[in-house]
């Protein structure tokens, strides 16, 4: 697996292409299509990403064989000493082929590169297949978080924890 930063418009494209294809697919088991088309344009928009970015998160797009597997979001918080796992997703034909262990030990090593202690994200509490993999992947649940994003919805969410050694 290859993993490209994200950095100009072609590839941001790219990147919200991919999410379109992945959310879709995937919450429509544990969140509304409303939801689900309220929280694209908020958050993986052209315009939320290439503001993202310009506020200091990166994303990385994951190749195999020159074509895109998944993608990730991260934001270094050096005041923390922590990196917010913002995104990280793989679409549903290349699910099971090791590409999120890839992207994890990617993840670590850009923790140890940057003296960053420990990673953290947020996952929907009725999300269970993801929490297993994130347990299985050596985080654990370090709270509980329910925030109103707009629009009538909230995200209902752990924040669970991984420290970097």
Known sequence: MEILKVEDA???KL???TAQEIWHEYFGIIISEEQINYMLDKFQSVSAVTSQIKD???????YDNNEI????GIHPESEKNAL???KLYVKKQHRGKGYAS?????LRGYCKDNGL???????NRHNDPTIAIYKKKGFYVAEEKCADIGGGFVM??????LDID
């Open 84 to 86: 917010f796992l913002s």
């Open 156 to 161: 209902d969410d752990y924040v669970m924890r």
């Open 10 to 12: 072609e590839q941001i």
């Open 69 to 72: 597997v998944g993608y990730t």
């Open 117 to 123: 202690k420990y990673i953290y994200l947020t996952v």
């Open 102 to 106: 890839k992207a994890f030990d990617f």
């Open 56 to 62: 200091g998160y990166e994303y990385y797009l994951f």
């Open 15 to 17: 990147l919200a292409d």
